[in-house]
């Protein structure tokens, strides 16, 4: 079964980045499922699709914030990233990290504040 599981760094001060890991157990980013992403959800608010990157390492994000996003990996730890540049307190939100077989992390709060 696969697992994945959300870490970062809590806490962000507006303008700067704030960093994830999603680290996959049970299965590979290489081979297992097509593509793996981030989505998130602020507080009060529905889901929002942030990006993904494929077993084959090609990254596609939301236009919205594709500005801002960064998503990468390092196949030799299995794991994949999400950087996201200039946060402000509109970005403060509970990140997920997620398969396209759809299995999905626990999340993390990300709460940017100064």
């Known amino acids: 079964q696969v697992q994945l599981q959300e870490s970062g760094p809590g806490p962000v001060k507006p303008s700067q980045t704030l960093s994830l890991t999603c680290t996959v157990s049970?299965?590979?980013?290489?081979?297992?499922?097509?593509?793996w992403g981030w989505i998130r959800q602020p507080p009060g608010k529905g889901l929002e699709w942030m990006g993904v990157?494929?077993?084959?390492?090609?990254?596609t994000c939301s236009p919205s914030l594709q500005s801002r996003t960064s998503i990468s990996r390092d196949t030799s730890k299995n794991q994949f990233f999400l950087q996201l540049s200039s946060v402000t307190p509109e970005d403060t939100a509970v990140y997920y990290c997620?398969?396209?077989?759809?299995?999905w992390g626990q999340g993390t709060q990300v709460t940017v504040s100064s």
């Open positions: 997620y398969s396209s077989g759809g299995d």
């Open positions: 049970g299965g590979s980013i290489t081979t297992n499922h097509h593509a």
């Open positions: 990157i494929t077993k084959d390492g090609r990254i």
